[in-house]
């Protein structure tokens, strides 16, 4: 009997702190695999076997040798009703040299065998020979005294005796050995043939089943392979926060727009994404007005363009933050970014100067107290006069 609830109470979480101070440093794959590990147990007990099996299966991408976790798969798969998903995992277990005591018992009880242990054994008893079996025992002994073969003569002469009385007492209408009629082959062709059908009919279905089991085992594991794809852009993302490379953050999330995100883990980039815009925004100011500085005598628009898209970054960043959030420098965020995008005449100078109104507007109705919406009035004339706007 397979008692699912009963196998899972001999699964415990494993003790990561306790295993730091017994092997002092863990690898990172081991980690997150007994993490996930430890995560499916809490998704057992809460009778989740759904997802406690892609977490186990994403323990086992990341380990292969955790056999444990594969073992646990198959009392899940049982537990929802997949014997043969069960069974599989059990035998790969097996196959893998590694805890198939425990697979085997698996395997065992679900097909009904008891785990019953071997008898002791039978201690064999002597009987006393029968007198009938002592005196044909002797008798098909070799001859060791004369005259042996008068035993010959009467067994003879006792043979024809017992013969002629069988003859007597049979009925002269029935025949001593009478043969059964052959039955009827056709029927036994068509009862092969049903029998053959069936068995071909069974396996068309065991066949099928493999197929579909097959399928979902690879859709599986390339969910996994793309998870772990997915966790070390996560880890990449982190290192660049961690070393203040806020603006290079912002670049590549913004890389990833409309791609398809395992949901845990575009949740977890957006808010890594969201907490570094306030930092990022200065780090994109700086640089675009380095670019746009460092064009005073040239005066090339391909520089200009260059400074004006990290203008425009930054702009669009700031607008999308809360109020608290907002850099103290949004006017100047605003003037310098609207000078670099009408001098960069990108895509279209008629384009790059209506953009450029736009943000010089907002300065004069959102800082009407400020220089910098003086200089946004000097610089509109400048635009609606045909006049180049300064450097």
Same mark, same amino acid.
């Given at each position: 009997?397979?008692?699912?609830?009963?196998?899972?109470?001999?699964? *415990?979480? +494993?003790?990561?702190?306790?295993?730091?101070?017994? @092997?002092?440093?863990?690898?990172?794959?081991?980690?997150?695999?007994?993490?996930?590990?430890?995560?499916?147990?809490?998704?057992?007990?809460?009778?989740?076997?759904?997802?406690?099996?892609?977490?186990? *299966?994403?323990?086992?991408?990341?380990?292969?040798?955790?056999?444990?976790? $594969?073992?646990?798969?198959?009392?899940?798969?049982?537990?929802? &009703?997949?014997? =043969?998903?069960?069974?599989?995992?059990?035998?790969?277990?097996?196959?893998?040299?590694?805890?198939?005591?425990?697979?085997?018992?698996?395997?065992?009880?679900?097909?009904?065998?008891?785990?019953?242990?071997?008898? &002791?054994?039978?201690?064999?008893?002597?009987?006393?020979?029968?007198?009938?079996? !002592?005196? +044909?025992?002797?008798? @098909? /002994?070799?001859?060791?005294?004369?005259?042996?073969?008068?035993?010959?003569?009467? &067994?003879?002469? +006792?043979?024809?005796?017992? $013969?002629?009385?069988?003859?007597?007492?049979?009925?002269?209408?029935?025949?001593?050995?009478?043969?059964?009629?052959?039955?009827? /082959?056709?029927?036994?062709?068509?009862?092969?043939?049903?029998?053959?059908?069936?068995?071909?009919?069974?396996? !068309?279905?065991? %066949?099928?089943?493999?197929?579909?089991?097959?399928?979902?085992?690879?859709?599986?594991?390339?969910?996994?392979?793309?998870?772990? =794809?997915?966790?070390?852009?996560?880890?990449?993302?982190?290192?660049?926060?961690?070393?203040?490379?806020?603006?290079?953050?912002?670049?590549?999330?913004?890389?990833?727009? #409309?791609?398809? +995100?395992?949901?845990?883990?575009? *949740?977890?980039?957006?808010?890594?994404?969201? !907490?570094?815009?306030?930092?990022?925004?200065?780090?994109?100011?700086?640089?675009?007005? !380095?670019?746009?500085?460092?064009?005073? %005598?040239?005066?090339?628009?391909?520089?200009?363009?260059?400074?004006?898209? =990290?203008?425009?970054?930054?702009?669009?960043?700031?607008?999308?933050?809360?109020?608290?959030?907002?850099?103290?420098?949004?006017?100047?965020?605003?003037?310098?970014?609207?000078?670099?995008?009408?001098?960069?005449?990108?895509?279209?100078?008629? =384009?790059?100067?209506?953009?450029?109104?736009?943000?010089?507007?907002?300065?004069?109705?959102?800082?009407?107290? %400020? &220089?910098?919406?003086?200089?946004?009035?000097?610089?509109?004339?400048?635009?609606?006069? #045909?006049?180049?706007?300064?450097?």
């Amino acid at each position: 009997m397979f008692d699912t609830n009963e196998e899972m109470k001999h699964f *415990k979480p +494993i003790d990561l702190g306790n295993l730091r101070q017994k @092997l002092g440093q863990i690898p990172e794959d081991m980690q997150n695999a007994i993490e996930l590990y430890n995560k499916a147990l809490e998704d057992v007990a809460g009778k989740n076997e759904d997802m406690a099996i892609i977490a186990l *299966k994403k323990a086992i991408a990341i380990y292969p040798a955790f056999y444990e976790a $594969m073992n646990l798969i198959g009392v899940c798969y049982k537990s929802l &009703g997949d014997e =043969e998903g069960a069974r599989y995992m059990f035998n790969r277990v097996i196959e893998m040299d590694d805890s198939s005591i425990r697979a085997q018992q698996y395997l065992d009880r679900l097909d009904g065998k008891d785990d019953g242990r071997t008898s &002791g054994n039978v201690r064999s008893k002597k009987r006393d020979k029968n007198p009938v079996v !002592s005196w +044909i025992t002797r008798g @098909l /002994s070799p001859e060791k005294t004369s005259p042996f073969y008068l035993k010959y003569i009467l &067994g003879f002469v +006792i043979g024809v005796i017992a $013969m002629g009385a069988l003859w007597l007492l049979m009925p002269a209408d029935k025949p001593l050995i009478q043969i059964s009629p052959r039955s009827d /082959s056709s029927q036994q062709i068509q009862a092969l043939k049903e029998e053959n059908d069936q068995l071909n009919q069974i396996i !068309s279905e065991l %066949t099928a089943s493999l197929e579909e089991s097959s399928r979902k085992e690879k859709n599986l594991r390339d969910e996994l392979v793309q998870y772990q =794809e997915w966790s070390r852009t996560l880890r990449q993302l982190d290192s660049l926060a961690a070393m203040g490379k806020y603006r290079d953050v912002i670049v590549e999330v913004e890389k990833l727009e #409309g791609l398809a +995100i395992p949901a845990d883990i575009e *949740k977890e980039i957006m808010l890594l994404y969201d !907490s570094c815009k306030p930092m990022a925004i200065n780090h994109i100011y700086e640089s675009a007005r !380095s670019i746009y500085n460092s064009n005073a %005598t040239n005066k090339s628009k391909e520089v200009y363009k260059q400074s004006a898209d =990290e203008f425009r970054m930054a702009i669009r960043i700031m607008e999308e933050l809360d109020e608290e959030n907002k850099p103290a420098n949004m006017v100047q965020i605003y003037y310098y970014g609207a000078k670099a995008i009408a001098l960069s005449e990108d895509p279209s100078k008629e =384009e790059a100067n209506q953009e450029a109104l736009d943000i010089f507007n907002i300065i004069i109705e959102s800082f009407p107290n %400020t &220089g910098f919406a003086q200089y946004s009035r000097l610089r509109i004339n400048e635009i609606e006069s #045909g006049r180049p706007v300064k450097h």
